[in-house]
């Protein structure tokens, strides 16, 4: 698959595919923009979608559209000039210029696969595949695993 990024290449990931570190990060290394279309319409949600912030999903382009969630990841979202476009509500052109960046949690060597935390609410959940030690077994945020642990 074409990478579009210089430094992170696109591959067979922990679920389809997945994004991986071409070079090293140290730990709050900004390590690129996420490009993507950010829409309010919760209909045209996808599995690629992200909440980007309070009523709004982001669906990211390639590569970082193909980022995997993992329980032990090693990178975020930053939203470096959030404030600054979200101040303004009408501009929806504005806010389509993005602001959000994935920086790395702590230091990834070359080879790595780039996870997030999906920080999804239970009732999305589904089964983890990450295989990290901490794993929650669901991709679930940490404030809702207790609703699935009661429900099962
Ligand atoms: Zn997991």
């Not at 309010?40 to 390639?62: H, K, M, N, S, V």
């Amino acid at each position: 698959m074409r990478s579009e990024c210089a430094t992170v290449s696109v591959g067979k990931g922990i679920a389809g595919s997945g994004v991986f570190a071409k070079i090293a990060f140290p730990a709050a290394a900004v390590i690129g923009q996420i490009r993507g279309d950010l829409f309010q319409d919760e209909r045209l949600e996808t599995e690629y979608t992200f909440q980007a912030a309070e009523g709004y999903q982001l669906e990211p382009i390639a590569p970082f559209r193909f980022l995997n969630h993992s329980c032990d990841f090693n990178c975020e979202f930053d939203w470096l000039t959030a404030s600054h476009w979200k101040g303004d509500p009408e501009s929806v052109e504005e806010k389509s210029c993005g602001g959000l960046y994935l920086s790395a949690v702590r230091n990834i060597s070359p080879g790595e696969e780039l996870t997030i935390d999906y920080n999804w609410p239970a009732e999305f959940a589904i089964k983890c595949q990450c295989g990290a030690e901490n794993c929650r077994g669901y991709v679930v945020s940490m404030d809702e695993i207790g609703k699935i642990n009661r429900s099962s």
